[in-house]
C-alpha cells in the first residue's frame, strides 16, 4: 500500500521563502502541507485549531531559525512548538550555518537543521528522512559538525548531498525567482514588487539562469522544483 504523504507545517517569516517552501511541499507527492504561517504564536494556533478539529497534527514543522527580530527566534519557539505537539518533528531551516547557531537549535530539541543555500531541491527528502526519525543535515553543515555535535540520542544522522548551485543565490534572486518562476509575473510587476528597477530584476534573473544552468523560465522553475526528482 503507498505510504501516506508526511504532514508538514510551514513556519517562516519571510513571505517570499514561506511561499517558495509551501510550493516545493505541495508539489511532492510524498509531502503535504497542512499550515504555512509567519511566526510562532500562529503556527501553536494553527496547532491548536487542528486538534479542536480533530485532525491528524503535523508530523514535521519547518521552522525558520530567524523568526520575528530575533536571529534565533525560531530555536527560542522549539520548546513551546513540542509542547503544543508532543509527537511533532521539528526540521530548521537557515540562511545560516554557524556551528555555534545549529548547536544551540541541536540543544533545544531540533531534529534537523538545513542550510537553505543547500537544500531547495531537497526539502522533501529532508522532511521525509525527520519523519522517519533521522536527524538530517545538510553536507556543509554536516562538514563543520559532525566531529563536534554530541547527545544525538538515538537518531541516525544522515547527509543531504550539497547542491553547490544553489549557494551563489542570494536570497535577493531567491525572491526574484519566486514571483519570476512561481507567480508569473513580469520584469516590469516584480520590480514594482520589490521597489527595485526592471534592470536590477533582468540582471537578477540572468544571475539565476547562470548559476541554475537554466536558459528559460521554465528550465529554471523545473530545477527549483523537481532537484529531488532528478536525484533519485
Known sequence: MPTAPVRVLIVDDDYYAREALRALVARDERTRMIDAVGSAAEAILSLAKGVARHEPAPEVILLDVRLGDEATGGIDAISA???????????????????????????AGADGYVWKNESTGGIADAICRVAEGRFVL??????????TLTDLGDYVTEVLPAEPEYRELTEAIRKTLYLYCFCGMSAKEIADELVVSVNTVNSRIKNAYQVLGAGTRQEAYKRLVERTGNSR
Open 81 to 107: 512548538l513540542k509542547a503544543s505537539c508532543s509527537t511533532c518533528r521539528i526540521l530548521m531551516t537557515s540562511v545560516s550555518n554557524e556551528p555555534a547557531i545549529v548547536s544551540a537549535a541541536v540543544t
Open 138 to 147: 545538510t553536507r556543509s553543515i554536516a562538514d563543520e559538525l559532525l566531529g
